[in-house]
């Protein structure tokens, strides 16, 4: 091929959007794996047409948020500082050549399935719009907390601000009321019980030995709507993280919601509390606090996606065997929280990696743009899918502050200080380090499809 030609060939850009845990695993994936194989085929000389492939990750943020440690980090920076749980994308993939990599601080704003088009803006840009055409598109946009200390809402100078203020809420607090009873509300109210209350003692949080409750320094309420906590686990695991925060000066309220809240002009919160299992206003109670923390649910960031590819909920309708956004067209893939099926979970994340390995190196090295090949450019690849089989077991690891906790895989329970050992501790930070820098990516071989090239 001459040296002209060379420079009019075609560029087929895939792109990741989102660069959280799931994101950011799929963009070394195919830094590592993918665009290898990918030069391999342009470098055989029977090959239709030589294409040049670009990898383009975007993100609001310029870092990678472990937001599975945000529970304590949100309770003090001083028990888990910003560098063990905020790191530099750029940084983290400066070892791919910019010939093949781009990364770029920018918000989706929209997506043209007919042209192909990605719409974005970047983060120095309010007004513009740009378009990025893809070739391939993984869509890993996730989810956002309510409470913007929990997970990454827009950008990181944004996140530290409210993390800063919240830490500083917290330590001016004598009453606070956290609500929602699964692992980020159980998690939080037991890193601001032992931060403001003091440990239970050795034996206490090894063991979780204890039910006596501790009247603290500060009043600290949990509210559920549900019966019990952690409702996802068995109920025996709820009566032991009960029992811990009992410990830690933590009060558990069931079957109660918050209805609104309100700051009063003395500088307070005024929570509404619902009756046991009713949102009607009429059975009311109000109570000022001076700190209310929101800590139950997820929202989908998917607003910038057409409203025909998504559910009811605003999730993103993807293919849960296979991980394709089937109605987006070709080569369009979901992988994570944003996903309609997913139960938003690390140990999901991990096991759906594999299965957008296959498939996107099969429909990508299976692609002909050739006349010859037409119109089986677009048409499935030699052999079979790889398939995501759904984990139905619970795994839920829930510290109940530093000293251990409670926890459940796949129908064991884990004793306390194994929670410890597993995540208490530090929170699992070195996972953090080592996922952003791609040190928990493997190959995966495509079995049987000697075909695909």
């Not at 239709?48 to 003090?76: C, G, M, Q, W």
């Not at 929209?110 to 719009?129: F, I, P, Q």
């Not at 960031?301 to 057409?306: D, G």
Request: charged share 25%; net charge positive.
């Amino acid at each position: 091929m001459s040296e002209s030609a060379k420079e009019e060939r075609e560029q087929r850009n895939i792109i990741i959007l989102g660069a959280s845990f799931a994101g950011i695993s799929a963009t070394h994936y195919i830094l590592k794996n993918i665009l290898p194989d990918l030069k391999a085929k342009n470098a055989k000389k029977d090959n239709d047409v030589e294409a040049k492939y670009h990898v383009y990750l975007l993100n609001p943020s310029t870092d990678f948020y472990f937001r599975s440690a945000a529970s304590r980090f949100a309770a003090s920076v001083d028990r888990l500082p910003a560098d063990k749980i905020l790191y530099d994308i750029r940084e983290l993939c400066k070892g791919y050549a910019s010939e093949d990599f781009t990364f770029i601080q920018a918000t989706a704003t929209g997506l043209d399935t007919a042209a192909r088009n990605l719409l974005y803006k970047k983060a120095t840009s309010e007004l513009e719009e740009d378009a990025l055409p893809y070739h391939a598109l993984v869509i890993a946009t996730g989810s956002r907390t309510g409470d913007p200390v929990f997970s990454m809402h827009t950008d990181t100078p944004t996140l530290l601000s409210a993390i800063k203020t919240r830490n500083a809420e917290i330590a001016d607090a004598h009453d606070i009321i956290v609500s929602g009873g699964g692992p980020t509300g159980v998690e939080h109210a037991a890193e601001i019980g032992e931060l403001l209350n003091g440990k239970p003692g050795w034996f206490g949080g090894w063991f979780g030995g204890g039910s006596k409750s501790r009247e603290g320094r500060v009043k600290i309420t949990l509210v559920t709507a549900a019966e019990r906590l952690l409702p996802a686990t068995r109920p025996a695991i709820g009566k032991a993280a009960e029992k811990q925060l009992h410990r830690l000066g933590v009060h558990v309220v069931y079957k109660t919601r918050v209805v609104q809240t309100r700051k009063t002009e003395g500088g307070k919160t005024g929570v509404m509390l619902s009756g046991p299992g009713s949102t009607s206003p009429s059975t009311s109670q109000v109570r000022e606090v001076d700190l209310y923390i929101p800590a139950h649910g997820v929202l989908p960031n998917s607003s910038w996606l057409p409203h025909d590819l998504l559910d009811s909920s605003g999730w993103l309708t993807t293919n849960a065997q296979t991980l394709r956004v089937d109605n987006a067209g070709p080569r369009v893939y979901a992988l994570g929280d944003i996903t309609s099926f997913s139960r938003r979970t690390i140990p999901e994340i991990l096991d759906s990696i594999p299965v957008l390995a296959v498939n996107l190196t099969r429909d990508l090295l299976s692609f002909s743009s050739s006349p010859s090949h037409s119109p089986s450019s677009e048409a499935k690849p030699k052999g079979k899918d790889r398939h995501l089989t759904q984990q139905t077991k619970t795994i839920q690891i829930v510290p109940l502050g530093s000293g251990g906790g409670v926890g459940e895989a796949f129908g064991w329970r884990f004793p306390s200080w194994v929670v410890w050992l597993v995540k208490g501790r530090d929170m699992m930070v070195w996972m953090a380090g080592a996922t952003g820098r791609g040190e928990r990516i493997k190959r995966e071989m495509l079995k049987g499809e000697e075909g695909v090239f």
